[in-house]
């Protein structure tokens, strides 16, 4: 397992015992059990896919084979080691993290025992949790977190590429609508926002025009695959408040350029059961009655499905506090943090596979306070990582996107 290792030790290893392996196996995927992990993939692993059709024949007293060739393909989980460094300047981390527990009028700036469990806990961990889960779902062009220089496509984006898997879009009048206008400040301008409402979380797509996203800073990216929480300002605009990918962030979104057409695809309170029934109808049954099977979707759809249920609540006492099952005619929904919006993926743990290697020496976090040995004032930590991610049988995955 990934091992906290102290050079000075002021620090006691015991005190973060207590989620040693945090930055790799904590992701909210693989303590829910939506992933298959695999230990131990130092290099290339190769994940084998046999199929095959079965023929019963007539009796025969001379064994005759059925004739058919077992098709036996090659999966890969190609690991990706990154790493995460920082350095606190020791006095800043005295004054915000251990004032209250100093002495009156002492800041013991020099000397002292940082609990540096809860400083990683709270400063730190959570946003490597984060960042990991992103990374594994979304790769490293949707994690803004990840700046190293490997290639890590994450399943969804590989999943949509893949030949095989069972595609379904949006582009129905109950799921989508024309915009004919995006201006400089974010606000769309379609037919009617009647079937949406604020908060209603949208996907843009076939835009036309120079509009760009400046929400991280200039020069912008495009608004083409971008997602955002609206509000809605009229009964034929809604303005883009922020991008789904910031929703951790809390930036307000910021804009530069202009559309004259494009596609907004939603999945909201007011057609979110369609959908799911849809999907429902569209599983295979081979695949939705096993155990493992899971239909993932992002919290938005959550949210709307569980106004949905109390929208529909006939005689039903407390249908809008009362906490809702999130199933759907026995399938377990899975609300997915940190994920792709407006995006519904069907598929068995057993499919979906997570490579990493908790007993290398590329699975580590370590930390020092430097002062004892090169007499700077500061405290360091690194994370080092390595994983991989990818799908075994690519037709018995179900992939709903915008």
Known sequence: MPQFT???????????????????LEADSV????????NDVKSRK?????????????????FADQGTTALQNESYLDPVVYEFMKQEQWDKLVQSWESQSLKPGAFMDYEGVVDLSDFMVQRYLTKIQIANERLYWLGKSATKEAAFTASFAGLLPTIAAAEGVYKVGLGKPATSMAATAIDASGVVTVSDTSTLTDGDVVTISAVTGTSKDTTNGAPGIAIQGQSYFIQITSGTTFKLVRNFNEINTRKPATFTGTATAATISYINASNVLGVLSSVYSQLDPA????????LQIPLHIGYAYAQAQANKATNVLNAFSDPKKMDYLGVPLQLMNHWQANTILGARSSNLFLGVDLLGDASELSTVY?????NDNVVRMKARMKAAVNYKFANEIFYLSA
């Open 6 to 24: 102290f050079t000075n030790n002021t620090y006691a290893g015991e005190a973060l015992a207590g989620f040693m392996a945090s930055t790799l």
């Open 31 to 38: 303590k829910r059990g939506l992933l298959t992990v695999i």
């Open 46 to 62: 190769i994940i084998l896919d046999v199929d095959d059709d079965v023929v019963l024949q007539d009796p025969s007293g001379i």
């Open 287 to 294: 695949d939705r009655s096993q155990e493992d099977f899971n």
């Open 370 to 374: 430097m002062k004892p040995y090169t």
